[in-house]
């Protein structure tokens, strides 16, 4: 195919909600997800949390006509749960772990577990090469007391780095999944921001779907209402973004976002509403003064890390010294009977023993924590930095045109407590 040509190229997103024996209805919704994707034959599929192997292998085999390449992400304990589907075929792949991704101990979140990453395959369309990104950040569980906004800031940064520096040869760079972000939060800004990427609902001139785009709806019978807090009718979480080049224009003819309810069955397909975004590829047109395209970016967030890293170092140092106390009760009472001249030991030697031992894990988890709340920092500090130095250099080379006020520094990731 001539690359000058228009090619259409339609993309599908969707969060599968695919925990085994946990998620409900999750084998029959897969089904359903594979009969969907089989009649739809969408060009290129962005899939995340599907947590099992064999459920990714269970749609490779289902689409294996309509879409013969596939990739699945490994990564964490349970794997990232990302997997692509297309029908183009797939030259190179490669996988982005994120730095941070919440804690060990916070088991019932489970994101530590499953090692959040970005994934990216390198596809030909239409002789042009397409960079295509699928991720998944972390949940936040809590908008009100959000402990986990830090690390999802960091995520999102690290996400336009990784998209910024291995899309430099791209034609075309499209990226979908569950950023778990709301469209003016910090990190989402910082990300469309520095990648230049458009939102597809924002760009599509005919869009069919739940009103402002929304994703987590409020009568998608898998939601709990009470999750969505203030906002009754949903919330956009879900995105699919694209960029073109010197080289190719992009337009978003349409979009679409289910809304809840699917034909002929029961329930839905996810807790997630699923997306397609229509693009359309064509040659670059320059602009008639035969000038570049200059982008003006004007940010203004203000967020601090200061308090989360004060709540963690608070949380860790409070059982630490309880451990000390402890050891110190212990070690008054293993003295009593040297200060009271051979006296036997009145405290019962099972009780001691178990006193022991919990002061051992006490101490020992406070150290634990101690090692994690060190990393978070050391990354907290990396990503401040390497903020500072694209702002500094943008600062002396665009004039002015961007100007972002973080007030996360040294002083402050270091609190005096």
């Keep these: 195919m001539d690359p000058t040509d228009s090619d259409i190229v339609r993309v599908f997103s969707l969060n599968c909600w695919g925990i085994r024996y946990m998620s409900k209805h999750c084998q029959q919704r897969y089904v359903m997800i594979g009969e969907m994707l089989s009649i739809e034959k969408h060009d290129i599929v962005l899939l995340q949390e599907v947590w099992s192997e064999k459920d990714f292998l269970f749609l490779k085999n289902k689409l294996s006509y309509t879409h013969p390449h596939s990739h699945y992400f490994k990564s964490g304990v349970i794997g990232s749960g990302l997997a692509v589907f297309t029908k183009y075929r797939i030259h190179d792949t490669f996988l982005y772990r994120y730095s941070l991704n919440g804690y060990p101990y916070m088991a019932h979140h489970g994101d530590w577990f499953g090692g959040k990453a970005v994934g990216m395959v390198i596809l030909t369309i239409g002789g042009r090469t397409a960079h295509v990104y699928v991720t998944h950040l972390h949940a936040e569980y ?48 910082l990300l469309r921001s520095y990648t230049a990427l458009k939102d597809s609902y924002l760009e599509t001139t005919l869009y069919a779907g739940c009103e402002d785009g929304v994703t987590l709806i409020a009568n998608n019978p898998f939601i709990n209402k009470k999750e969505l807090g203030p906002f009754k009718t949903g919330i956009r979480i879900d995105y699919i973004l694209f960029k073109g080049s010197s080289k190719i224009d992009i337009h978003c003819d349409a979009m679409s976002v289910t809304k809840g309810s699917v034909p002929n069955h029961p329930f839905p397909y996810s807790d997630h509403e699923a997306l397609t975004s229509t693009l359309r590829l064509k040659s670059h047109q320059p602009d008639e003064s035969g000038g570049t395209k200059k982008l003006s970016i004007r940010i203004s967030p203000k967020v601090s890390f200061a308090n989360f890293s004060v709540i963690a170092l608070y949380s860790q140092h409070v059982p630490g010294v309880m451990g000390l106390a402890l050891l110190l009760l212990q070690l008054a009472i293993a003295a009593v009977p040297w200060l009271a001249l051979g006296a036997e030991q009145p405290f019962p030697k099972t009780s001691f023993y178990l006193l022991a031992l919990l002061c051992f894990a006490i101490l020992l988890t406070t150290s634990l924590l101690y090692v994690f709340y060190t990393i978070e920092l050391k990354c907290l500090q990396g990503a401040e930095d390497q903020m500072r130095l694209c702002v500094g250099h943008r600062r002396r080379g665009s004039g002015g045109f961007l100007w972002l006020s973080l007030t996360m520094s040294c002083s402050a990731l270091y609190p005096e407590v």
């Design 142 to 189: 809590c908008r009100e007391k959000d402990s986990y906004l830090p690390h999802r800031v960091v995520q999102a940064w690290e996400l336009q780095q990784f998209i910024r520096h291995t899309s430099a040869g791209a034609d075309l760079v499209i990226v979908g999944g569950d950023l778990n972000m709301h469209p003016q939060d910090l990190g989402n800004r």
